[in-house]
């Protein structure tokens, strides 16, 4: 799990709530351009999970560390999505701004996970 990716999904989340604060700042909804870019970091956390799943028999890891490392990643999976459903059904500046809470999760979650995994 050691390598860009886990570096690139934080810096990728961290611009996400950027480009999300910008949006929340013009009173702008979601578009496809977000969701895309949603998009493309929830690929990189299934990526990282999968790497995660493959790599952690060879790490000395112990079981309710496994445990939390997966409960961290698999969050991350759902951190996006719930909240790419909840702005779109609420349609207000709020509602988007939970997106920028949402990146800000994601990155963290990733951070956790590499505190998780050892080096």
Do not use: C, N
Not at 13 to 25: G, I, P
Not at 75 to 99: C, K, M, N, Q
Request: negative net charge.
């Amino acid at each position: 799990m050691d390598g860009p990716l886990p570096l690139a999904l934080i810096a990728a989340s961290l611009a996400f709530t950027l480009v999300v604060l910008v949006y929340v700042a013009l009173d702008r909804t979601p578009d496809w351009r977000l969701l895309g870019f949603a998009g493309v970091i929830e690929l990189g956390t299934l990526v990282l999970l999968v790497m995660a799943a493959f790599q952690v028999g060879d790490a000395d890891i112990p079981g309710a560390g496994a445990i939390t490392l997966f409960g961290y990643l698999l969050a991350g999976l759902a951190l996006l999505p719930i909240g790419f459903l909840w702005s779109l059904a609420e349609r207000s500046r709020g509602a988007t701004a939970v997106l920028l809470v949402a990146g800000l999760a994601q990155a963290f979650v990733v951070v956790r996970a590499l505190q998780v995994w050892p080096s």
